[in-house]
C-alpha cells in the first residue's frame, strides 16, 4: 500500500505542466530555498561570523574552486545546451537517440566531475593559497585549504543531480528538479546544529566539530539533493545505458554547443575569484560580508529571472523549432515584460529596506558586520534588475541554439567588471567597490545583449508597445520608491531590534504598503500586468459581497 502510495504521489508531481504553472512552481520552489537558506546562513553566521570570522572567511572562500568547476563544467552550460537538442529528438520521435544523448552526458560529466574533484584535492594548498584568498592569516588560510579537499567532492554530485534534473526540466517536469536544491540547504542546515558540536557513535567521539562539521553538512545535502533528483526520473522511461555514445549525432550537437556556454559560465565565476581574492585582503569577515550582500541580491535574481526564464525556455525553444518567429517574438516580450514589471519594483524596496533584508541573516550585535552587508547589498541592487533581466536575454540566444554570442559579451561585461573592481580597490572604496563594480557590469552585459537581438529581428523584437509600457514601469517605479523610503522613515530599524519577530514584521509592512503604491501605479498606468491581479481581487471581493 505503501509503495502504491509513493508511486502515486511521484507520478503526480512528473505531470507535465504549462507555463503558468511551471514558473509557479519554479518560483515557489526557489521562495523555499532562498527562506532555508536564509535560515542557514543566519544560524551559520550566529555562531560564526560574530566570535570567529576567520574560519567564516575560510568556509566561504573553500566553496570558490569546487563551484567554479562545476559552473565551468555542468551548470547552465548543459541546461541550456541540452534541452534544444534533446526536444528536437523527442519532437521527431526519436526516443531512442534522445535516450542515447542523456546517458552518453550523464556517463561523461560523471568521468570529467570525479576526475576534477581529485585533482582539487590534491592542489587545494597552491589553488587557495595563491588564489583564492591570498590574504587570510596562516590559520584561515589552513582551514580553507582543508574544507575545500572536503567540499571538492560536490562537482562530482552535483553534475550527476544536474543532467537528471535537465532531463526533467526538457521534459516540462519540474517539480523534483524544483525542489532538489531547497534539500541542499537542509543538509547544511544538519551540518551547522548536529555536526558543529562534534559527532559521536555509541560514546566515542569520531570527530570533533567545529565549522569543519558544516562542510560535513555541504556533503551531506549534495547527497540529498541527488537522491530527489532520482526519484523525480520516475515514470519518465529513461532508458539508460553505461556508456557514452559518440556516434549519436544529438550527442555531438550538444559537445559543440557546450565550450562557449562553459567558458561563459567560467569567465562570469572568474569574476567571483576575484571577489574574494580581493575581500580577502579588506580585513577579517569581508570575505563573508561580501558573499552574503552576493546571496541576498541573488535571491530575487532566481525568485524573478530564472524562475520565469526557465519555464518560458522549452516554450520559446519549441516556437524556434517549428520555425514560428512571430510567436517567439510575442513569448519573448511578454517573458521579458513579466521579468521587469516583478524585478524593478523588488530592486527598489530592496535599496531601501537593505538593512532590514540584512538583519534576516546576520543579525548578531555585530553592528559593524551588518552594516558592510547592507552598505554591499545597496550597491548591487541595481544588479538584481539586470540579472533578472540577463537571464531572458541569454535564454533568447541559447533559443537559437547560439551560445557564442553571451560568451563573446560575458567576456567583455566581465572584464569590465573585474577591471572595476580593481580600480575601485586601489582607489580604497573597499567592499562597496566591488559591489559598484558588480552592478555597472550587469547594466552593460544586458544592454549589449539586448540591442543585438534586437538587431537580430530587425526591430519586431522589441516593439513601440514595449518600450512606452517599459517607461511607464519606470515611472510607478519611482512611485515606489518615495513609498518605500517614507516607510523606511516612519517605521525606521532600531540598534536594538535584534529579533526576527520584530524585523520581519516592519520590512513586511513596508514591502507590502509599496507594493500596494505599485500595483496601483501600474493599474492607473495601463500596464496590462497589473490587471489580472486587479480583475482576481474584483472577484474576491464580488464574491464576498454576494
Same mark, same amino acid.
Given at each position: 500500500m505503501k509503495h502504491f502510495r509513493f508511486k502515486s504521489v511521484v507520478k503526480l508531481a512528473n505531470m507535465k505542466l504549462s507555463v503558468k504553472s511551471a #514558473?509557479?512552481?519554479?518560483? !515557489?520552489?526557489?521562495?523555499?530555498?532562498?527562506?532555508?537558506?536564509?535560515? @542557514?546562513?543566519?544560524?551559520?553566521?550566529?555562531?560564526?561570523?560574530?566570535?570567529?570570522?576567520?574560519?567564516?572567511?575560510?568556509?566561504?572562500?573553500?566553496?570558490?574552486?569546487?563551484?567554479?568547476?562545476?559552473?565551468?563544467?555542468?551548470?547552465?552550460?548543459?541546461?541550456?545546451?541540452?534541452?534544444?537538442?534533446?526536444?528536437?529528438?523527442?519532437?521527431?520521435?526519436?526516443? =531512442? !537517440?534522445?535516450?542515447?544523448l542523456s546517458s552518453s552526458l550523464l556517463n561523461l560529466f560523471a568521468i570529467l566531475t570525479f576526475v576534477t574533484s581529485i585533482l582539487i584535492m590534491i592542489f587545494a594548498d597552491p589553488l587557495i593559497r595563491y588564489i583564492v584568498s591570498p590574504g587570510l592569516d596562516e590559520s584561515g588560510m589552513i582551514l580553507a585549504i582543508n574544507m575545500t579537499r572536503v567540499i571538492a567532492i560536490n562537482p562530482f554530485l552535483f553534475s550527476i543531480a544536474t543532467v537528471l534534473t535537465s532531463i526533467q526540466q526538457a521534459v516540462g517536469r519540474f517539480v523534483f528538479y524544483a525542489f532538489a536544491p531547497a534539500i541542499y540547504n537542509v543538509g547544511i542546515i544538519i551540518g551547522i546544529t548536529c555536526f558543529t558540536g562534534g559527532i559521536n557513535i555509541f560514546g566515542v567521539q569520531i570527530f570533533e566539530g567545529g565549522i569543519m562539521g558544516v562542510a560535513l553538512g555541504v556533503i551531506l545535502g549534495a547527497i540529498m539533493q541527488l537522491i530527489v533528483s532520482l526519484v523525480g526520473l520516475f515514470g519518465l522511461g529513461m532508458d539508460y545505458n553505461f556508456k557514452i555514445n559518440w556516434k549519436n549525432q544529438g550527442f555531438r550537437s550538444i559537445l559543440r554547443l557546450l565550450p562557449a556556454r562553459s567558458l561563459d559560465q567560467g569567465i562570469d565565476y572568474v569574476n567571483g575569484i576575484v571577489n574574494t581574492n580581493l575581500s580577502s585582503r579588506m580585513g577579517a569577515g569581508a570575505v563573508r560580508s561580501f558573499n552574503q550582500a552576493s546571496s541576498l541580491h541573488q535571491m530575487p535574481v532566481n525568485l524573478i529571472g530564472v524562475a520565469i526564464s526557465t519555464a518560458f525556455f522549452p516554450k520559446l525553444t519549441e516556437e524556434l523549432g517549428n520555425g514560428d518567429k512571430k510567436e517567439f517574438n510575442s513569448t519573448f516580450r511578454q517573458a521579458l515584460r513579466t521579468i521587469i514589471w516583478i524585478a524593478l519594483p523588488v530592486s527598489i524596496i530592496a535599496f531601501f529596506g537593505r538593512g532590514y533584508v540584512t538583519s534576516f541573516i546576520s543579525n548578531i550585535g555585530n553592528n559593524d558586520s551588518n552594516g558592510t552587508i547592507a552598505s554591499i547589498l545597496g550597491t548591487l541592487?541595481?544588479?538584481?534588475?539586470?540579472?533578472?533581466?540577463?537571464?531572458?536575454?541569454?535564454? /533568447?540566444?541559447?533559443?537559437?541554439?547560439?551560445? =557564442?554570442?553571451?560568451?563573446?559579451?560575458?567576456?567583455?561585461?566581465?572584464?569590465?567588471?573585474? *577591471?572595476? !573592481?580593481?580600480?575601485?580597490?586601489? *582607489? /580604497?572604496?573597499?567592499?562597496?567597490?566591488?559591489?559598484? #563594480?558588480?552592478?555597472?557590469?550587469?547594466?552593460?552585459?544586458?544592454?549589449?545583449?539586448?540591442?543585438?537581438?534586437?538587431? @537580430?529581428?530587425?526591430?519586431?523584437?522589441?516593439? =513601440?508597445?514595449?518600450?512606452?509600457?517599459?517607461? @511607464?514601469?519606470?515611472?510607478?517605479?519611482?512611485?515606489?520608491?518615495?513609498?518605500?523610503?517614507?516607510?523606511? =522613515?516612519?517605521?525606521?530599524?532600531?540598534?536594538?531590534?535584534?529579533?526576527?519577530?520584530?524585523t520581519i514584521p516592519k520590512f513586511l509592512v513596508i514591502s507590502a504598503i509599496s507594493i500596494i503604491a505599485y500595483l496601483v501605479a501600474s493599474y492607473f498606468l495601463n500596464l496590462k500586468e497589473a490587471k489580472p491581479i486587479f480583475a482576481y481581487i474584483k472577484r474576491i471581493l464580488f464574491r464576498n459581497a454576494k
Open positions: #514558473a509557479i512552481v519554479l518560483a !515557489s520552489s526557489t521562495l523555499v530555498s532562498a527562506l532555508l537558506g536564509l535560515f @542557514r546562513d543566519r544560524l551559520l553566521n550566529s555562531y560564526y561570523l560574530g566570535t570567529y570570522p576567520t574560519g567564516i572567511d575560510a568556509y566561504t572562500a573553500a566553496f570558490t574552486i569546487p563551484d567554479f568547476m562545476f559552473f565551468i563544467l555542468t551548470s547552465g552550460a548543459l541546461s541550456v545546451s541540452f534541452i534544444p537538442v534533446f526536444n528536437q529528438r523527442l519532437a521527431s520521435g526519436n526516443k =531512442k !537517440s534522445a535516450w542515447e541592487c541595481i544588479a538584481i534588475f539586470a540579472r533578472s533581466v540577463f537571464h531572458i536575454a541569454s535564454r /533568447g540566444f541559447y533559443a537559437y541554439q547560439d551560445t =557564442k554570442t553571451p560568451f563573446v559579451v560575458s567576456i567583455f561585461a566581465i572584464g569590465l567588471t573585474i *577591471l572595476l !573592481s580593481v580600480w575601485f580597490y586601489f *582607489l /580604497g572604496w573597499g567592499v562597496d567597490g566591488l559591489g559598484m #563594480a558588480q552592478s555597472l557590469g550587469a547594466i552593460v552585459e544586458i544592454v549589449v545583449l539586448m540591442y543585438i537581438l534586437q538587431r @537580430r529581428s530587425k526591430g519586431e523584437l522589441l516593439d =513601440k508597445a514595449f518600450w512606452k509600457a517599459t517607461f @511607464r514601469m519606470l515611472f510607478a517605479t519611482a512611485i515606489t520608491g518615495c513609498v518605500a523610503f517614507s516607510m523606511t =522613515k516612519f517605521i525606521p530599524l532600531m540598534a536594538t531590534d535584534n529579533s526576527l519577530v520584530i
